[in-house]
């Protein structure tokens, strides 16, 4: 359930990013470098900015699998993370590091009286400003993990864990898992995957993409589709485009009717045919009020002997016969 600060005003929620850029400017620093790519702050001309790399957290851990090199991959993260975050842990953390004590203040007593209005616990998921203490409560875990990793790439509690050589995955997991215990964390085991072969590694770090934009979706709806297009052309020029990720962005684009891709689909019969149905929606939905699609479906049909017949069955339903 998608929890908010909605008893702060807009004032308050300009304070409380405030107050997490001044926590960041101290916690930032101390991120493992080329390892974390979840919120954080930087200098952006004369202030400071928060910023977030979820495409170079995915890229990264794929370059890393695509390298091999090793016995095996784990992905995994945290049960209930933001919910499960001891506020006076994160407190007392924070100030052990030397962040802004009057930042951090604040911070909490703003987060205290959501918890107390709603009766929960942890930080709230969805206000930017909680993604820098969200980032930084893990750098415990962060430096134990690397003492057995030989490649480690976390986006807030999403982890991909590379072995240092004489490890197996059991000590791995065993590391992280004694690591999260001081903070009263846990993994989530039903979330944790390893990965002996180097093609399935590869495989499984794309799907965090969809996963990702599934949930940029559910927070903001059509407003993350900027997201949804820069992912789809990043996968169409990396030649990554398979029938799952084909399924689901042509039919996220159907369900809100954006011709973003529909030139790619209509038009490059491979790409229409790794789901003619699919496909055939979609060119049905966006596509049909364009008279050059229609005549290249058309022209299709009449020339060419190789359409499958799935795809030639699809044709001729959104042609009306």
Same mark, same amino acid.
């Given at each position: ?80 993370? /933001?919910?499960?975050?001891? !506020? =006076? $842990?994160?407190?007392?953390?924070? @100030? #052990?590091?030397?962040?802004? *004590? ?109 996963? /990702?934009?599934?949930?940029? !979706? =559910? $927070?903001?709806?059509?407003?993350? @589709? #900027?997201?949804?297009?820069? *992912? ?90």
């Amino acid at each position: 359930m998608l929890r908010d600060l909605s008893l702060l005003s807009p004032r308050d929620l300009v304070w409380l990013r405030a107050a997490s850029v001044a926590i960041g400017a101290t916690t930032s620093s101390l991120l493992v470098p080329g390892g974390v790519f979840s919120a954080r702050v930087e200098r952006a001309g004369r202030g400071w900015a928060i910023v977030r790399d979820y495409p170079g957290f995915r890229l990264a851990a794929r370059a890393r699998a695509d390298a091999w090199e090793v016995p095996f991959m784990i992905r995994t993260d945290l049960a209930g993370y /933001y919910g499960s975050i001891p !506020l =006076g $842990l994160l407190a007392t953390t924070l @100030l #052990g590091w030397g962040c802004d *004590a009057e930042a951090t203040a604040f911070f909490v007593d703003r987060v205290e009286r959501w918890q107390r209005r709603d009766s929960v616990q942890g930080l709230p998921i969805g206000p930017e400003a909680c993604g820098i203490p969200g980032t930084a409560f893990l750098i415990p875990v962060d430096r134990q993990v690397a003492a057995v990793t030989d490649g480690s790439y976390r986006f807030t509690d999403d982890m991909v864990l590379f072995p240092a050589a004489g490890n197996d995955h059991a000590a791995v997991l065993r590391t992280l898992d004694d690591a999260l215990e001081p903070l009263h964390l846990s993994r989530s085991k039903d979330k944790t995957f390893v990965y002996e072969d180097r093609l399935e590694a590869i495989e499984a770090v794309d799907r965090i993409l969809l996963a /990702y934009l599934g949930s940029a !979706l =559910g $927070l903001w709806g059509g407003r993350a @589709l #900027g997201k949804v297009r820069a *992912a789809y052309t990043e996968v169409i020029e990396g030649g990554r485009l398979d029938p799952t990720y084909h399924r689901w962005f042509v039919r996220t684009f159907t369900h809100y009717r954006d011709p973003y891709a529909l030139d790619i689909v209509a038009l490059d019969q491979e790409v229409f045919d790794l789901d003619p149905r699919v496909s055939a929606d979609y060119v049905e939905e966006c596509g049909l009020d364009r008279q050059y699609i229609v005549d290249t479906v058309m022209d299709r049909l009449r020339e060419r002997d190789d359409m499958s017949a799935g795809a030639r069955l699809h044709a001729l339903r959104i042609l009306g016969g």
